[in-house]
C-alpha cells in the first residue's frame, strides 16, 4: 500500500487541489465559456469528490471522478442556462494597451465562441482529447459513452471546430 | 485515433484557456467540506421512523419549509434536450444493495439511432456508470463486438475472458452481469426476445460460469432490479429548488424514506409511498431547498430498528442553485 493510497478525504482534496486545480478550471472554461462558472463547478466536484471518498479511495479513481465530475456538472450548467445562450465577453487583458494581449484575448474569446457553437457531446470529446489528452478508452469512460461514439464525434466535432475558425479569418 | 503533437485543435484549445489563471479556491473547498463524516443512521429521538405510512401521499418538510406538492411535473432540469445525434438509451449498471448486487438504470446518450444498441450494451459491458456507486461487472478486457436483431434473433457478442467465472465475481454478480446485459439489450431494443449470447462470433454455452446454453430471457424486475433507485436527478445534477425526486421502489409498507444531507447534517427527510408493498412502484417527491451541495438519500425503511436486515439505498450528490 503506497502512502497515497491511505488518503483520507481531505488529504485526497489538497492533493488533487494541487495537482490538478488549475487544468481542470481550464478544462471547465473550455466547456461552459466563463472562469467564474468553471470555478464554480471544479470547487463544487472536489466537495462532491470528497463527500464519495470512500468509495473511491485512490488517487486516480478520485482524478477520475474529478474529471467526470466537471464535465457532467458543466453540462449541467450549460442545460440550466437555457435558451438563454449566454455571450461570453471577450476578455480584456489585465493590462490593456500591448497589442499583442489584445490579440491574444481575441484570439481565446473566438475559439470559446465557436466551441461554444458545438453540439455537447463533440465539445466535451475535443476538450478531453485535446486539453487533457485523454486516450478514446478513457474518454469513453468518462462520458459514459462507447469508443465508437468518442470517435465519430471527434471527427465531427474537429471538422466543425475547424471550419467555425476559418470562418472567422 | 492517435493525436500528433502540433495539432493544430490542440493548439487552439491551449491558447483559448492558457493564460486562465483561477483563484484560490482551496479555502472555499475546505470550507464545504470541514466537520464532513461518515454518515450515521442513528438519528435518535427525531429520526423520522415511519409505523403509519398508508395517508402519506406527498412529503414531509421540515425546518418551516412550506407544504411541498407532490407533483411529477414540479421544476428541475430538462434531462436531454441539448443537441446530441442519437437517443438516449437505458444502460443497467450493477451495484449493490441489501439484498445483494442488483441492476440500475441509468440513461446514456447514444451518438446515432443505428448504433444505439450497440452502443448501450457497449456501455453497459465496458462503459462507467455516472453514479460511482454502480458499475459494470465484466472482467477488465472484456469487449462487446456487436449487438443485433436480425431474422428475429437478438444477439450480443463478447470478446474476452468471459466463458468462465472469474474467482473474484461472486455468482450472484456474474447472474447480475448477464440480466445487465439481458435488459440493456432488450430494451434498446425495443423488444423482449431473448438474447442469444455469442463469444467471439460463436454460441457460448456458458458467461461467467452462468448457463447461456438456449437464449437467455428477461428476469423479473422484482428479481433484478434494485429495490430502491432513484432515476432522477442523476448523480452531479445541478438542479432548482423545489427538485422533484423521481425513481422507482418495492419496499415495506410501500414507502420509501428519504434525507437531504448537507455534509453529516440532515436538513431535509421525508417518505414517500412507492405504490403497493413489495413489487417495484414507481414513487415521486419534491424537495425544497437553499442553494448548496447536499446529498441525497433514499432507501427503505428500517423496519428492524438497527438490527440487522440492511437496507438497500440509492445516493445522489446534488447541487442546488
Keep these: 500500500m503506497t502512502a497515497s493510497s491511505r488518503w483520507d478525504a481531505d488529504a485526497a482534496v489538497e492533493g488533487l487541489y494541487a495537482t490538478h486545480y488549475r487544468r481542470l478550471v481550464r478544462l471547465s472554461v473550455l466547456l461552459v465559456g466563463d472562469v467564474e462558472t468553471a470555478e464554480e463547478v471544479v470547487q463544487d466536484s472536489f466537495v462532491a469528490m470528497h463527500g464519495r471518498w470512500r468509495s473511491l479511495r485512490e488517487p486516480e479513481k478520485g482524478l477520475a471522478y474529478l474529471r467526470q465530475t466537471v464535465v457532467n456538472r458543466s453540462r449541467s450548467v450549460l442545460r440550466h442556462r437555457g435558451v438563454r445562450a449566454r455571450y461570453v465577453p471577450p476578455v480584456t487583458p489585465d493590462q490593456p494597451g500591448a497589442e499583442d494581449d489584445l490579440l491574444v484575448a481575441e484570439r481565446r474569446s473566438a475559439v470559446l465562441e465557436a466551441l461554444r457553437a458545438l453540439p455537447g457531446r463533440q465539445r466535451e470529446v475535443l476538450a478531453l482529447r485535446y486539453y487533457l489528452d485523454l486516450s478514446e478508452a478513457d474518454i469513453a469512460e468518462t462520458l459514459g459513452i462507447s469508443r465508437g461514439a468518442v470517435k465519430s464525434h471527434a471527427s465531427r466535432g474537429t471538422a466543425a471546430l475547424r471550419s467555425l475558425m476559418e470562418d472567422r479569418s | ?321
Design chain 2, 1 to 321: 485515433m492517435s493525436p500528433t503533437e502540433h495539432d493544430p485543435i490542440r493548439e487552439l484549445l491551449e491558447s483559448a484557456v492558457s493564460d486562465v489563471e483561477p483563484a484560490y479556491g482551496l479555502d472555499r473547498i475546505r470550507a464545504r467540506t470541514a466537520g464532513r463524516r461518515r454518515r450515521t443512521w442513528a438519528w435518535g429521538a427525531g429520526g423520522a421512523v415511519l409505523a403509519t405510512a398508508a395517508t402519506v401521499a406527498a412529503v414531509v418538510t421540515l425546518g418551516g419549509v412550506g407544504p411541498a406538492t407532490d407533483g411529477g411535473s414540479a421544476a428541475g432540469p430538462a434531462a436531454g434536450g441539448s443537441s446530441e445525434a442519437g437517443p438516449a438509451r437505458t444502460v443497467y449498471f450493477v451495484g449493490d444493495t441489501g439484498v445483494g448486487p442488483r441492476l440500475f438504470a441509468e440513461k446514456h446518450d447514444t451518438a446515432s439511432a443505428a448504433s444505439a444498441l450497440d452502443e448501450a450494451v457497449e456501455a453497459a459491458v465496458s462503459g462507467t456508470a455516472s453514479d460511482p456507486d454502480y458499475r459494470s461487472p465484466w472482467p477488465s478486457g472484456t469487449t462487446m463486438q456487436r449487438a443485433q436483431v436480425s431474422a428475429g434473433v437478438l444477439s450480443v457478442d463478447l470478446s474476452g475472458p468471459v466463458r468462465d467465472r472469474p474467482s473474484g465475481l461472486s455468482r450472484a454478480t456474474a447472474a447480475a452481469a448477464v440480466q445487465q446485459l439481458v435488459w440493456t439489450a432488450q430494451d434498446a431494443a425495443g423488444s423482449r426476445l431473448p438474447v442469444t449470447f455469442l463469444l467471439d462470433g460463436r454460441r457460448s454455452d456458458a458467461l461467467l460460469g452462468e448457463s447461456t446454453a438456449r437464449p437467455v430471457v428477461r428476469a423479473s424486475a422484482d428479481d433484478v432490479l434494485a429495490p430502491v433507485q432513484v432515476s432522477s436527478p442523476e448523480d452531479g445534477a445541478v438542479v432548482t429548488s423545489p427538485v422533484t425526486v423521481t425513481g422507482s421502489a418495492s419496499a415495506f409498507e410501500g414507502t420509501v424514506q428519504w434525507e437531504l444531507e448537507a455534509g453529516n447534517t440532515v436538513v431535509r427527510r421525508g417518505y414517500a409511498t412507492a405504490g403497493e408493498c413489495c413489487t417495484l412502484s414507481p414513487y415521486t417527491f419534491t424537495v425544497r431547498a437553499p442553494a448548496g451541495e447536499y446529498t441525497l438519500v433514499v432507501h427503505d425503511e428500517d423496519v428492524s430498528d438497527g438490527e440487522g436486515n440492511p437496507m438497500s439505498r440509492d445516493t445522489k450528490t446534488i447541487t442546488v442553485r
